[in-house]
């Protein structure tokens, strides 16, 4: 069970228990325990997918690098690594990703820490030049990078110094060794609709997933959790351009199945919904199955995708987080945003609370895990995360949620 929590706690900050135990170090991170939609910002898509298994380097050449700034002037030294000089999209998102890290440490009350802002260019090489600035300042942890190429850089370092690293990166691979991950992983989805779709009676699945990197993480996450729940997979497809084949394959049995799990995005799931009715499908007489990716326009106006499932965060989070960023900077966030706010709002509430150890992996990995703007979430000891999720279903006006964030995690 999660540790108490201040019921006085506002979005000015969080006044914690004082309970230093591991065993009740569940913790409310600066603001109410809210969550946030799973939506995927479709200017980000060509540099970071909150919810793909990888975040490639952006196309375009990088701009001159940015100087080093701080923020707070607490005793506490954190390590801040973005892309804040990346081209295009990219570096407008680690704009809003430092506005929200600089936002969380105001709506703190009184955090004991200061954030040392290193630009890193996009590059590996930046951001091990940043980190290596901010351990030589006494960062006693780093948050970032984003790209998953320059998180081994800064892991690198880190582990010189005997320091943990919390990086955006989605992908699982570069997990590990004081490495955690504070991104949206598909495992997390799939873990909880599936779970929810066994608890209602959908125990024979038909997967259709894409191949490429976010296929082969949602195959072996789905593989893995559908038997766990008592479930079978009745058939199982890759699709890459020619989605018409695979389609038929999978249309051809699903009198076998009572669910049928696509993992895509917005647009290519309608595209497989519209092959798989091409095919001769009937999607209304199955149970549509989903991640996160399904938070998407496209999805909510597509009539064979009605009544859907997926699971996500639940949307009211992200729209106070929203509208709190902008009333401060008088823009939209982008959906990672909340990513930063999180991971400032969490070290400073373990800087409060946990002493000298305040950021081992033993506090870190605390199985009561932590409650923020995305809702519950816990690192594990493999530097993955597991993330608590509602159930929505897809309606003309958007994800309905059917089943409701847990208020804690179970063993």
């Not at 009198?255 to 091409?278: H, K």
């Given at each position: 069970?999660?540790?108490p929590r201040d019921p006085k706690s506002s979005v000015?900050?969080?006044?914690?228990?004082?309970?230093?135990?591991?065993?009740?170090?569940?913790?409310?991170?600066?603001?109410?325990?809210?969550?946030?939609?799973?939506?995927?910002?479709?200017?980000?898509?060509?540099?970071?997918?909150?919810?793909?298994?990888?975040?490639?380097?952006?196309?375009?050449?990088?701009?001159?690098?940015?100087?080093?700034?701080?923020?707070?002037?607490?005793?506490?030294?954190?390590?801040?690594?973005?892309?804040?000089?990346?081209?295009?999209?990219?570096?407008?998102?680690?704009?809003?990703?430092?506005?929200?890290?600089?936002?969380?440490?105001?709506?703190?009350?009184?955090?004991?820490?200061?954030?040392?802002?290193?630009?890193?260019?996009?590059?590996?090489?930046?951001?091990?030049?940043?980190?290596?600035?901010?351990?030589?300042?006494?960062?006693?942890?780093?948050?970032?990078?984003?790209?998953?190429?320059?998180?081994?850089?800064?892991?690198?370092?880190?582990?010189?110094?005997?320091?943990?690293?919390?990086?955006?990166?989605?992908?699982?691979?570069?997990?590990?060794?004081?490495?955690?991950?504070?991104?949206?992983?598909?495992?997390?989805?799939?873990?909880?609709?599936?779970?929810?779709?066994?608890?209602?009676?959908?125990?024979?699945?038909?997967?259709?997933?894409?191949?490429?990197?976010?296929?082969?993480?949602?195959?072996?996450?789905?593989?893995?959790?559908?038997?766990?729940?008592?479930?079978?997979?009745?058939?199982?497809?890759?699709?890459?351009?020619?989605?018409?084949?695979?389609?038929?394959?999978?249309?051809?049995?699903?009198?076998?199945?009572?669910?049928?799990?696509?993992?895509?995005?917005?647009?290519?799931?309608?595209?497989?919904?519209?092959?798989?009715?091409?095919?001769?499908?009937?999607?209304?007489?199955?149970?549509?199955?989903?991640?996160?990716?399904?938070?998407?326009?496209?999805?909510?106006?597509?009539?064979?995708?009605?009544?859907?499932?997926?699971?996500?965060?639940?949307?009211?989070?992200?729209?106070?987080?929203?509208?709190?960023?902008?009333?401060?900077?008088?823009?939209?966030?982008?959906?990672?945003?909340?990513?930063?706010?999180?991971?400032?709002?969490?070290?400073?509430?373990?800087?409060?609370?946990?002493?000298?150890?305040?950021?081992?992996?033993?506090?870190?990995?605390?199985?009561?895990?932590?409650?923020?703007?995305?809702?519950?979430?816990?690192?594990?000891?493999?530097?993955?995360?597991?993330?608590?999720?509602?159930?929505?279903?897809?309606?003309?006006?958007?994800?309905?949620?059917?089943?409701?964030?847990?208020?804690?995690?179970?063993?």
């Amino acid at each position: 069970m999660l540790g108490p929590r201040d019921p006085k706690s506002s979005v000015q900050g969080s006044r914690l228990s004082g309970a230093t135990r591991r065993s009740a170090l569940g913790l409310l991170l600066g603001a109410p325990l809210l969550s946030a939609c799973a939506g995927v910002q479709q200017s980000l898509s060509q540099f970071s997918n909150p919810f793909s298994s990888s975040s490639p380097a952006p196309a375009q050449p990088a701009g001159p690098p940015q100087q080093a700034t701080t923020a707070g002037s607490g005793g506490v030294k954190v390590g801040v690594i973005l892309p804040l000089s990346a081209a295009g999209n990219a570096g407008l998102a680690a704009q809003s990703m430092r506005n929200a890290a600089e936002m969380a440490l105001a709506e703190f009350q009184n955090p004991n820490i200061q954030l040392l802002i290193k630009d890193d260019n996009g590059s590996p090489q930046g951001a091990q030049a940043g980190a290596q600035q901010a351990v030589d300042e006494g960062a006693e942890i780093i948050l970032g990078p984003l790209f998953a190429q320059s998180v081994p850089a800064v892991a690198q370092v880190a582990r010189a110094r005997g320091i943990s690293v919390i990086a955006f990166s989605t992908d699982s691979s570069i997990a590990g060794r004081g490495v955690f991950l504070l991104s949206f992983l598909p495992e997390s989805d799939v873990n909880r609709i599936v779970e929810y779709s066994a608890g209602i009676g959908k125990r024979s699945v038909a997967v259709l997933v894409p191949d490429n990197a976010y296929g082969n993480v949602v195959e072996a996450a789905v593989k893995a959790a559908v038997p766990r729940r008592g479930g079978r997979i009745v058939a199982f497809e890759k699709y890459g351009a020619d989605r018409a084949t695979p389609a038929r394959t999978v249309a051809q049995q699903l009198g076998s199945a009572d669910a049928l799990f696509i993992a895509d995005d917005g647009d290519a799931v309608v595209a497989v919904a519209d092959a798989m009715t091409a095919a001769g499908a009937n999607l209304r007489n199955i149970q549509l199955l989903g991640t996160g990716l399904w938070d998407n326009p496209r999805v909510y106006a597509n009539a064979n995708l009605q009544g859907g499932l997926y699971a996500a965060p639940d949307p009211a989070g992200f729209r106070a987080f929203s509208g709190r960023y902008r009333t401060k900077y008088g823009a939209e966030p982008i959906r990672t945003a909340t990513l930063a706010y999180d991971a400032v709002a969490l070290v400073a509430a373990l800087a409060r609370t946990q002493g000298p150890t305040r950021f081992s992996p033993d506090v870190l990995t605390n199985p009561s895990g932590f409650a923020g703007i995305d809702g519950l979430f816990r690192f594990r000891a493999d530097g993955t995360n597991e993330r608590g999720l509602a159930v929505m279903k897809v309606t003309t006006g958007g994800g309905v949620a059917v089943a409701g964030s847990p208020k804690s995690f179970g063993a």
